[in-house]
């Protein structure tokens, strides 16, 4: 667990937080693996208290599960969880599209635009796990632009899962990669354009080609 070094005094809770929820988003903790308070605890730095609330937290990100007599592991997604992840995920994706349409700023197409070039120097040196984090940012970007905080507060539940089921499909597909880059750089001419029915057919269009992708090689 290399990634997990000593915790900072920042807030012992939210710094555990963030150690862990790094580690199983790089794929360093994987699907599965049990995750043990006294281990996280001696890596960390820190007494049971921050690592157990952490674990809650990640639990209510749906990044771990915790079983009664078996302990905390690391979520290992079912067909069906990404059946469900990615029908949630585009319902609401569909609607921040369309908001973000009329509302994003010359700021918001700015981040979006450098989130995109971002991608392309990850791309030219094949650092995938860059592309990853940055896949989910550019979505991120979106929901911002859209300036609805309600809708923001309801992807914010779900963004943790998003990211986990991007690492499988990055792992079990040769296509992300390749993909990735000039789909996200449509999709940032297309809110700039103001056209919110054409945004909507994009982002459904990228959403569902991605989850059937994924769904295909799960096994």
Do not use: C
């Not at 997604?77 to 700023?105: G, H, P, V, W, Y």
């Amino acid at each position: 667990m290399r990634s997990l070094t000593p915790a900072t005094r920042r807030g012992l809770a939210d710094e555990a937080t963030d150690r862990i929820r790094d580690a199983i988003l790089s794929g360093e903790l994987s699907p599965g693996e049990k995750v043990g308070e006294a281990e996280l605890s001696r890596v960390l730095t820190v007494s049971r208290g921050p690592v157990r609330e952490a674990l809650v937290r990640l639990e209510q990100e749906g990044l771990v599960v915790s079983e009664w007599h078996k302990g905390t592991t690391v979520v290992d997604f079912t067909k069906s969880d990404i059946r469900q992840l990615a029908t949630l995920r585009l319902a609401l994706e569909q609607m921040a599209a369309s908001e973000a349409s009329r509302e994003a700023t010359r700021e918001d197409f700015r981040r979006l635009q450098d989130i995109v070039a971002q991608m392309q120097a990850a791309r030219l040196v094949g650092n995938d796990d860059a592309l990853v984090r940055l896949d989910v940012e550019f979505h991120d970007a979106i929901y911002q632009a859209a300036h609805h905080p309600r809708l923001y507060a309801a992807w914010s539940t779900i963004r943790s899962q998003v990211a986990l089921a991007l690492l499988r499909r990055r792992a079990l597909s040769d296509d992300y990669a390749g993909i990735v880059v000039g789909e996200h750089s449509e999709l940032a001419k297309v809110l700039a354009s103001n056209d919110p029915a054409r945004m909507v057919e994009l982002i459904t269009s990228h959403l569902e080609s991605a989850y059937t992708r994924l769904l295909a090689n799960f096994d």
